[in-house]
């Protein structure tokens, strides 16, 4: 009662990253609150699963194992979790921010009326004073995302409604096993408990996923560009200057709505969130919406004509200088001294 739910994506019988990071995001919350965490999993052939789950620091997990639960279709999940939630009445429940997220989160808020916060970049437990009502709230989740086209950082609060549902993209919280040998209990559920038969009325018959082209998400370096690269021919620029360091390219919106540079290279709040040891932006302006998906880099070098570029703000090193003028100075060095 009144703990802290995840729901963790299936891809066949692996739980995907960013279920993972939010269990462990969810750990420190249920620390913060005193409660405990729990996961839920729907799937097909889940023998084991608990294995993968248990040691993020997990207490209870719900297993709903059974032939129509993977691949995902929306009805029978949606309908597990509405059942169990009118049963746990958890006070959290998070979920990443993927195609299935952004399909089961709305469903299940919707159904249990209780708000949902999509695109979270951070979360965190304060109070909340409503001074009209004159009420005071406590161990409330602040449900933290940039608003207003990215021009300010939106803390959101749920003070009434259970639970407090928000969706966090892959990569934004950071993913760590609590203990490997973490003890909880294991609950296999009877699906037809929670899911009628009617649910099923959607059949996979054919699927197919495409792996990405990239390796953005777990580069050691990253060389981005923006709008200020110009042209795709300015893109291909980096392309080179990444081949020397053995680096990804990535981009920003403004780059990639330009026709500069591949969709699945954006970075930024509506798209990867990197964290790599090294962040190279070149070009790049530096709107709130890309630094969320970029600030945790070890390093961050900018290279800018403008001083006053917002992402100067958080560099750790700024070249002042045209990409036009540097980036060819920057390819010339690295390939006579990375031989």
Same mark, same amino acid.
């Given at each position: 009662?009144?703990?802290?739910?995840?729901?963790?994506?299936?891809?066949?019988?692996?739980?995907?990253?960013?279920?993972?990071?939010?269990?462990?995001?969810?750990?420190?919350?249920?620390? @913060?609150?005193?409660?405990?965490?729990?996961? =839920?999993?729907?799937?097909?052939?889940?023998?084991?699963?608990?294995k @993968?789950?248990?040691?993020?620091?997990?207490?209870?997990?719900?297993?709903?194992?059974?032939? &129509?639960?993977?691949?995902?279709?929306?009805?029978?999940?949606?309908?597990?979790?509405?059942?169990?939630? $009118?049963?746990?009445?958890?006070?959290?429940?998070?979920?990443?921010?993927?195609v299935?997220?952004?399909?089961?989160?709305?469903?299940?808020?919707?159904?249990?009326?209780?708000?949902?916060?999509?695109?979270?970049t951070?979360?965190?437990?304060?109070?909340?004073?409503?001074?009209?009502? &004159?009420?005071?709230?406590?161990?409330?989740?602040?449900?933290?995302?940039?608003?207003?086209?990215?021009?300010?950082?939106?803390?959101?609060?749920?003070?009434?409604?259970?639970?407090?549902?928000?969706?966090?993209?892959?990569?934004?919280?950071? !993913?760590?096993?609590?203990?490997?040998?973490?003890?909880?209990?294991?609950? =296999?559920?009877?699906?037809?408990?929670y899911?009628?038969?009617?649910?099923?009325?959607?059949?996979?018959?054919?699927?197919?996923?495409?792996?990405?082209?990239?390796?953005?998400?777990?580069?050691?370096?990253?060389?981005? /560009? /923006?709008?200020?690269?110009?042209?795709?021919?300015?893109?291909?620029k980096?392309?080179?200057?990444?081949?020397?360091?053995?680096?990804?390219? /990535?981009?920003?919106?403004?780059?990639?709505?330009? &026709?500069?540079c591949?969709?699945?290279?954006?970075?930024?709040?509506?798209?990867?969130?990197?964290?790599? $040891?090294?962040?190279i932006?070149?070009?790049?302006?530096? @709107? =709130?919406?890309?630094?969320?998906?970029?600030q945790?880099?070890?390093?961050?070098?900018?290279?800018?004509?403008?001083?006053?570029a917002?992402?100067?703000?958080?560099?750790?090193?700024?070249?002042?200088?045209?990409?036009?003028e540097?980036?060819? !100075?920057?390819?010339?060095?690295? $390939?006579?001294?990375?031989?």
């Open positions: 009662m009144n703990n802290v739910f995840v729901y963790c994506e299936l891809e066949g019988t692996t739980v995907a990253d960013v279920s993972l990071e939010l269990l462990t995001k969810g750990r420190k919350l249920a620390n @913060q609150l005193n409660c405990s965490l729990e996961a =839920i999993v729907a799937g097909t052939n889940l023998g084991g699963i608990e @993968q789950i248990m040691p993020y620091g997990v207490d209870k997990l719900h297993i709903f194992d059974a032939p &129509g639960l993977f691949p995902y279709t929306s009805m029978p999940h949606a309908s597990i979790l509405i059942n169990l939630f $009118k049963e746990e009445k958890p006070q959290i429940c998070l979920m990443g921010a993927t299935i997220g952004r399909d089961l989160g709305p469903r299940v808020s919707s159904a249990l009326t209780s708000g949902l916060t999509a695109d979270c951070s979360l965190e437990i304060g109070s909340h004073e409503d001074k009209k009502a &004159g009420k005071k709230y406590e161990n409330l989740l602040y449900q933290i995302r940039p608003a207003f086209g990215g021009n300010i950082v939106a803390t959101i609060v749920n003070p009434e409604h259970r639970p407090q549902m928000a969706t966090v993209r892959e990569g934004v919280m950071k !993913k760590e096993i609590c203990n490997e040998n973490y003890k909880g209990e294991v609950v =296999i559920h009877d699906v037809a408990k899911v009628p038969e009617t649910d099923f009325v959607v059949k996979v018959i054919d699927r197919h996923v495409e792996k990405a082209k990239h390796n953005l998400k777990g580069a050691a370096i990253v060389v981005a /560009g /923006g709008y200020g690269m110009g042209s795709k021919e300015g893109f291909d980096l392309f080179e200057l990444a081949k020397e360091l053995h680096a990804e390219v /990535g981009a920003s919106r403004a780059a990639v709505d330009a &026709g500069f591949d969709h699945d290279r954006q970075i930024g709040q509506t798209g990867l969130t990197v964290h790599p $040891k090294l962040y932006a070149c070009g790049i302006s530096g @709107q =709130i919406q890309h630094i969320a998906g970029m945790d880099a070890g390093i961050i070098i900018s290279i800018n004509n403008d001083e006053n917002p992402i100067n703000k958080i560099a750790d090193y700024i070249i002042n200088g045209t990409v036009e540097v980036i060819p !100075k920057m390819i010339k060095y690295y $390939k006579k001294n990375t031989k």
